[in-house]
């Protein structure tokens, strides 16, 4: 057997998730399946991390066995050919060690949230940012998302059905920055609740609003109760951007 180890982008606006699900259509089933018509045997692939409904990703680290010796550069030709028309695309490939594991193996996780600050209607972002139309104040949002930054109970922005043992998680990095009219919530930290990355933004999004001031995040926070939550951001903005792993 041989592990691939590979990097997805994808849009995740078709799909019900990156897992597989009884009630949609997956990014793990399109890659599984193409997969297996590739290999002639049933396969299981191995993700960094887990994404919503609607959620996309830049550089979604992955890994599967293959049962044919293919050169890492063949097999991802042949999954790109096969994946299509489905919006997911096998960004590299290189063979691994059979110990590494996508998941298990990964140290770090990164998302970055795109808000389009702008009145006018979405047309080539529909559908891959929040659109917000009234001005945000960036600045202030960063200094808000300071107070999120270290290890915290992080309660208040997990969702009710998240399945993680504890809710004690720590945040690496939070930054939030203006590109003309594009606001960058960008995160970083070994792993995140269900909806913890959302749920932040969508108070930030609160505070850049003028509707909370900037301390309102650090009492969200400390509250420790899903009921100080203010919002939740959707699920088109959110992109997981990278992992990591020990060199």
């Not at 997969?35 to 609607?54: C, F, N, P, Q, Y």
């Not at 193996?105 to 009145?119: E, M």
């Not at 960008?186 to 509707?211: K, N």
Request: aromatic residues 8%; hydrophobic residues 45%; glycine residues 8%.
């Amino acid at each position: 057997m041989t592990r691939f180890a590979f990097t997805l982008e994808f849009d995740g606006g078709p799909f019900m998730g990156l897992q597989r699900q009884a009630h949609g259509p997956s990014v793990q089933q399109c890659v599984e399946e193409a997969a297996e018509s590739i290999l002639g045997k049933s396969v299981i692939m191995h993700a960094a991390g887990r994404t919503d409904a609607g959620v996309h990703a830049l550089g979604m680290r992955a890994h599967l066995d293959s049962p044919k010796a293919l050169s890492p550069f063949r097999f991802m030709e042949a999954m790109n050919a096969r994946l299509k028309p489905a919006p997911i695309a096998v960004l590299d490939c290189e063979e691994v060690p059979d110990d590494w594991h996508a998941r298990f193996s990964c140290i770090g996780r990164a998302y970055q949230y795109r808000i389009a600050n702008r009145r006018a209607p979405l047309t080539l972002e529909r559908g891959r940012a929040w659109q917000v139309v009234r001005p945000l104040d960036a600045a202030a949002m960063h200094r808000a998302a300071q107070a999120l930054v270290g290890k915290h109970d992080f309660t208040t922005f997990r969702s009710t059905q998240c399945q993680s043992a504890s809710p004690l998680k720590t945040l690496d990095a939070i930054a939030v920055r203006r590109e003309g009219e594009t606001v960058l919530i960008e995160t970083s930290a070994r792993s995140f609740l269900h909806h913890q990355v959302r749920s932040m933004v969508g108070c930030l999004a609160l505070v850049g609003l003028g509707h909370w001031p900037e301390g309102r995040i650090a009492e969200a926070l400390a509250a420790r109760d899903r009921s100080a939550l203010g919002h939740n951001a959707p699920p088109e903005g959110l992109y997981f951007v990278n992992a990591f792993y020990p060199k």
